[in-house]
């Protein structure tokens, strides 16, 4: 199984990007699907995750600009960034709870993250 995350990239303060996360490989079902954020010194944090049935969750200091999607058909999810902030630049991780096709249980897997920078 792989997660494939892009959409990064240098946009201004007050600008807006799109991440996408594609998940591949032999899955029966995904669950949630999130995406967590590092910038440099710190520790990774939850930015926001989806249910499969679409219930959203977000971290405080993005709620009111990012909003996260995922197309199931697709086993995609998105996060649309508006109104970024110097403090929203880090590098990116999408994260998915998969059944992998002949397992039992469902496991945590990690896409290889996409940096995105905030500055004019």
């Known amino acids: 199984v792989q997660l494939q995350a892009s959409g990064g990239g240098l946009v201004q303060p007050g600008g807006s990007l799109r991440l996408s996360c594609a998940a591949s490989g032999s899955i029966l079902s995904i669950n949630a699907m999130g995406w967590y954020r590092q910038a440099p010194g710190k520790q990774r944090e939850l930015v926001a995750t989806?249910?499969?049935?679409?219930?959203?969750n977000y971290a405080d200091s993005v709620k009111g600009r990012f909003t996260i999607s995922r197309d199931n058909a697709k086993k995609t999810v998105f996060l649309q960034m508006n109104s970024l902030k110097p403090e929203d630049a880090a590098i990116y991780y999408c994260?998915?709870?998969?059944?992998?096709?002949?397992?039992?249980?469902?496991?945590?897997?990690w896409g290889q993250g996409t940096k995105v920078t905030v500055s004019s």
């Open positions: 994260n998915a709870n998969i059944l992998i096709d002949g397992d039992s249980w469902y496991n945590n897997f």
């Open positions: 989806i249910s499969r049935g679409g219930r959203t």
